[in-house]
């Protein structure tokens, strides 16, 4: 990373679950590496609201209730050109990967795969001309999008707690 970084990541939501998770992961590393770092989504939910704030993540959320897609998909473009981001992740959503399609050349575009499921794969490939690269949630994955989207750099992003396989197992104390 460089001093002048500025990440943006971008999901259709924030509910309870692994995106949401991920984001706030990420984000805090992220923040831990000194990027400036805020999370946007397309909905106002929000259960993990004070986890994000403990962690100082900035969080642009959008009122959805009688709101169509467009206005939010404005909504959430004009916070990510105010944030001026140096790269931007779409997080598992036609919402947020169409979000690369508005992000200027020169703006790192990052599309992310964490689901080994024929229907993210056919979302990425919809919006690959807009996707300078690809980062998989695991082994399989990347193997997997290195072979479809060959013309398109791909990295495994490793998550949780690397284990190295040659670590003996502890005794549990509860026998």
């Not at 024929?118 to 399989?140: F, K, M, N």
């Amino acid at each position: 990373m460089k001093r002048n970084d500025r990440v943006a990541i971008v999901s259709e939501g924030l509910p309870f679950g692994g995106t949401t998770t991920l984001s706030l992961f990420l984000a805090s590393g992220l923040r831990r590496l000194g990027a400036p770092v805020k999370v946007f989504s397309f909905t106002d939910e929000h259960p993990l609201k004070a986890d994000f704030e403990r962690q100082s993540i900035a969080v642009h959320t959008e009122p959805h209730q009688g709101r169509i897609y467009e206005d939010r998909l404005a909504g959430v473009y004009r916070s990510l050109a105010e944030f001026e981001p140096t790269a931007v992740l779409a997080f598992l959503s036609a919402c947020s990967f169409e979000t690369l399609r508005y992000v200027p050349k020169g703006v790192l575009r990052i599309g992310t795969i964490h689901d080994h499921h024929e229907a993210v794969y056919r979302l990425v490939g919809d919006y690959i001309p807009w996707i300078d690269q690809i980062t998989v949630g695991c082994s399989a994955e990347l193997d997997r999008a290195k072979t479809i989207y060959s013309e398109t750099p791909s990295h495994h992003l490793t998550y949780g707690i690397p284990i190295d396989p040659n670590r003996p197992m502890r005794q549990s104390q509860l026998d």
